[in-house]
Structure formats: C-alpha cells, structure tokens
C-alpha cells in the first residue's frame, strides 16, 4: 500500500515538475520573443535619431518609450547602451548585473535568473527568466534590449499545483486505508466467527458422542443388573419344572404345564438376552487393556468439558503399567463418569487430577478436585440409584451407581470421600490386575 | 450304588432356592450333593468332607464364584469346578475359564445340560 502510494506520487511530481518546466520555457522563449520585438522598436528610435543627425541619444531617452509595457515586480524592460556597464531601466533606474552582461556580450538569446540575481534588478527574489536582443545602430552603436520576467507566478503554480497532488494522493490513500481497514476488520471479524462456529459445533458434537456413551453405558448396566438379578429365579423355575415333569410321569396334563413353564422360561430368557445385546450394542466383551491408555482416552473425551468451565486436568500415569482385563468402553465410561463430576464439583480455576497407580495385585484409578467437597452421609449414599446433591435437572444421580457397578462387574470397588490430601473429593477406582487374577498372558 | 461310591457334589449358590433346585435335582440323578450358600461356607465343605466336583455360582458377594475356584485349586487341583453365570458376566466366566474352570452354564440351564457336564467332568478325574 505504502509502495502504491509512493509510485503513484512519483509519476505524479514528476509529470508536474515537467509542466512547471515547459511554463519556465516557455516563459523564457516568450521574453525573447519580447526583447526581439522591442529591439526593432529601438531600431527605429535610433534610425530617426541618426537620420535626425543626433549623435548623443540617452538610454534613458530610448527607454521611456518601452515604459508602458513594463510591470513593477513582474516584468522589467532594460535598455544597454554602448559602451555602457549597465542597463537602464524603463522606470529610470540605472541597475548592473554582470550575469545579464556577461550573457550579452557573448550573445546568449535566453537565460534564467536566480533569486538573488532577480532580486538585485528589483524584482521578487524568485526565479526570473531573460530574453536579450541587439540592436546594431550602425554610427549610435551596438545597443541592447533585455526582458526579464518573474517565474514568481509560474513557481507559485507549481507549488500549489504540488501541494493539491500530496494532498490529494494523501486523501486518496486515506480514503482507501479507511474503506479497506473496515473492510478487512469485517472480514476478519467473519472469519473469527466462523472459527467460533467451527469450534462450537466440535464440542457440541463431543457432547452428543459423550451423551450416546453414557446412555450406551446406562443401558448396558442396566440390562447387565437385569440379566443377573433374573437369571437365578429362572434357573429355579426351569429346574423345579424339570423335577415336576420328571415325577409327573404319566399325569399328561401337569407334564404339559411343566413344559409350558419351561417354554415361557426359555421366551424370558430369550428376551432378557435380546435387551442386553441391544443396550450394549453388541456382546460385552473384555480384553487386555493398558490402564494409561484407558486414563488418557478418558481424559481425552472430556477436555472440552474442563475447557469450557475453565477446570485444569491433569494426567499423571507412570509407563508400563500392568494391564487389567476389562471392557474398555465400559470402564473408560467409569472414567469419564468420575471426570465430569469431579469438573462439576470444582469453580473456575480449579484443579482436577487423574492418577493411575498399580501394586502386586490392583491397579488404581485416583480422581481429586479441590472442589466443594464431599459429606461422610454423602459420600456414604454415592453410589445409590438416584441420589444426587447437583441442583434439579443438573445431575440424574445415575453416573456414580452406574459407574460402582460397572467397577463391581469387573470385580472391582469404587469408593468416594473426602480427598484426604487436601480439600475436594477422591474416587477411586481399584480393578483386580489380569494377571493376578489368572488370566492367560 | 451305595452311597459312598456315588459321585459328591458340592452346589454353591447364594440364593438359597437355586442351590436347592439343582441339589434336589442332582440326587434324583444318583449324585450325592451338599449346597453350601456363599464362598466361605463352600470352602468349610470342601475343607471337611470328600467332594468329587464342585458346581458353583460366580457372582456372590464377599468371597465369589472365582475365589471358590481358587480355593478348591489349591486343596485339589484335579477336582473339576463347573462355574454358573447370569447373560451379564460371561466374560467374568470366560476369565474364569483361565484360571481353570472346567465348564460354565449360562443361568438358567436345564438339569440334563449338568449332568451331561458332570459325567465328563468326573469321566475326565
């Protein structure tokens, strides 16, 4: 833009420096034209004078007939007699200037003044430009006729003419640099918008896989406690069946009842199966699991969350950790559970931690905040069903019991209380290490 | 078939109408069973009395289904452990069979199914 400017205003001064010296030019070539014109009036003078048989014509005679065409300041009409140093002016004066002189006698037709050589013939101390002819008078002589002319008006032009072009590339620009400036802030303004949009719909699309997780988890846990708390009465009602068909032998009506049961025994069953495979999304499935993975794709998953409540989470696993044989999605929702409610127990600016830790027989998982803290009746009730202390409609006061009992299907123990390290709360998640356990390597 | 050369199993379930159900369903079989109703009760069994195979539910509370298998390991490592599991904890059962399990049976599960596990079990001993 700076550059832009600069050329623009080069091309500019100096097409206007160029028609300031042509004006010079011509200027000069018009005082020439003048200075030729009067010679040949002076001609004349001196051709009636000899012609009269005067012999003692004055220049100051001669120059009071050219006083009409001189202007003070601006144009001055000089008359060299012969054999004379200087030069008489029309309006009387007698003036010497040996630029003029030195010009005449080599016989320069132009020839431009500075100020101060301006100044000393009385006219403004500017640039001046010089028209010189002669006139030769046969028996009066070599006489001369000078024109000089103040290039004050010209010069004032040319300043003027300068100053509108500064100005008006200055406008110009300034112009430009508003209409572009506001231009550029809008469109940098749209761009930060669209930023914002793009990092709004990111979280929010983690949100909603947060949220399909959690409900994957709840109804797999659900169905889990469902298919377990229902398995052994039906194991009872098929086996008494059994029994009771087996001894009814030959009573064909209570053999049929007894089969009806097992029927519908099997249909119970068949149900209860569909809904697990349905809330888990397919068969549970355990495998060998590195617990610091599992802890940063915990963590992973709910960044957003800490970022958006201005929470600082931070990760502490050492490497090479046993590994645990559990549900990775499962336990990792564990995780996560215990995440999102220690973020919610803790103001902006506060601090959360997650920590892994193993020793011969357990691996540890370890969640602090320094939050609001946890009371012992609380920390005691935890893990029931519906029990909440977040504000209605915050919290479901699910995420810690299904959380125990995921931690209990892998024949763990999750426990809340008061972090005893400080202020805040602690869960910890202890999981039994796969090889302890006896788990094939 | 006097009673002491007949097969002894041991049943261990903490709800106490399942190992009923199945023990009754066992000696109408010819087998000799005891039900014991958590982890520590079947350990005292297992500890005072000959038990040629042990039938056992996995998820108990304290002392469960693994901890039995365990303890049995340890007294008699040739003593086949048949574990009984709900849909939910198959893969608890299936880390089970790592460890040494013989066989599992999925909750609820016909008596024939069992007994056809048992025979090859003791078959196996």
Request: proline share 4%.
């Amino acid at each position: 833009m700076l550059g832009a400017m600069v050329v623009v205003t080069t091309l500019a001064w100096w097409d206007e420096q160029r028609e300031a010296d042509a004006a010079l030019a011509d200027l000069q070539s018009e005082q020439s034209v003048l200075a030729t014109s009067l010679s040949e009036d002076l001609r004349e003078h001196l051709t009636e004078a000899a012609d009269a048989g005067r012999t003692d014509v004055a220049a100051a005679d001669l120059v009071d007939t050219e006083h009409r065409i001189a202007r003070t300041g601006e144009l001055l009409i000089l008359v060299k007699a012969p054999g004379d140093d200087g030069f008489h002016a029309t309006d009387g004066r007698a003036l010497r200037s040996s630029t003029l002189l030195a010009a005449f006698t080599q016989g320069t037709p132009t020839l431009r003044l500075t100020g101060a050589e301006a100044a000393e013939l009385g006219l403004p101390a500017r640039t001046s430009m010089a028209g010189l002819a002669h006139v030769d008078a046969a028996k009066l002589g070599h006489w001369g006729v000078v024109a000089v002319a103040s290039a004050a008006r010209e010069r004032d032009r040319e300043k003027r003419a300068k100053w509108r072009l500064v100005l008006g590339v200055v406008l110009a620009s300034g112009l430009v640099l508003l209409f572009g400036g506001a231009a550029l802030r809008r469109q940098r303004k749209g761009l930060e918008l669209q930023r914002e949009l793009a990092v709004a719909n990111v979280q929010r699309e983690r949100d909603e896989e947060l949220q399909r997780t959690e409900r994957v988890a709840t109804m797999g846990t659900f169905a889990m406690g469902i298919a377990h708390e229902v398995s052994t009465p039906l194991g009872v009602i098929v086996g008494r069946a059994e029994q009771l068909a087996t001894r009814a032998q030959g009573d064909e009506r209570t053999t049929r009842n007894a089969q009806t049961i097992l029927a519908q025994a099997d249909r119970i069953q068949h149900i209860v199966r569909r809904f697990l495979d349905m809330a888990r999304g397919g068969p549970p499935s355990l495998e060998r699991v590195d617990p610091g993975q599992l802890v940063r794709e915990a963590a992973g998953s709910v960044e957003h969350r800490f970022a958006k409540a201005g929470v600082k989470l931070r990760v502490d696993v050492p490497p090479n950790m046993p590994s645990i044989h559990c549900d990775r999605d499962l336990l990792g929702h564990a995780a996560i559970n215990l995440l999102l409610n220690a973020c919610e127990a803790c103001q902006p600016g506060g601090h959360v931690e997650l920590t892994a830790r193993s020793d011969a027989e357990r691996v540890a998982f370890v969640v602090t905040d320094d939050g609001a803290g946890i009371s012992t009746e609380a920390a005691a009730r935890a893990k029931e069903p519906f029990f909440t202390t977040k504000p209605e409609g915050v919290g479901t006061g699910l995420g810690l019991a299904i959380a125990a009992e995921i931690v209990k299907s892998h024949r763990g123990e999750l426990t809340i209380g008061p972090n005893p390290g400080g202020k805040g709360t602690r869960a910890l998640i202890e999981i039994p290490i796969a090889g302890n356990s006896g788990a094939a390597a | 078939m006097n009673e002491h050369d007949r097969p002894r199993i041991l049943v261990v379930d903490d709800q106490a109408d399942m190992a009923a159900v199945i023990a009754d369903a066992l000696v109408d079989q010819g087998y000799v069973a005891f039900a014991a109703h958590s982890g520590t009760e079947a350990v005292d069994v297992l500890k005072k009395k000959r038990v040629d195979a042990v039938v056992t539910d996995l998820t108990m509370p304290t002392m469960d289904g693994l901890d039995v298998l365990r303890a049995s390991q340890q007294l008699d490592p040739s003593r086949p452990v048949i574990l009984m599991t709900g849909l939910g904890t198959i893969d608890s059962a299936l880390q089970a069979f790592e460890v040494g399990a013989y066989q599992y049976l999925l909750k609820p599960f016909r008596m024939d199914a069992l007994t056809s596990v048992l025979r090859n079990a003791l078959a196996r001993g």
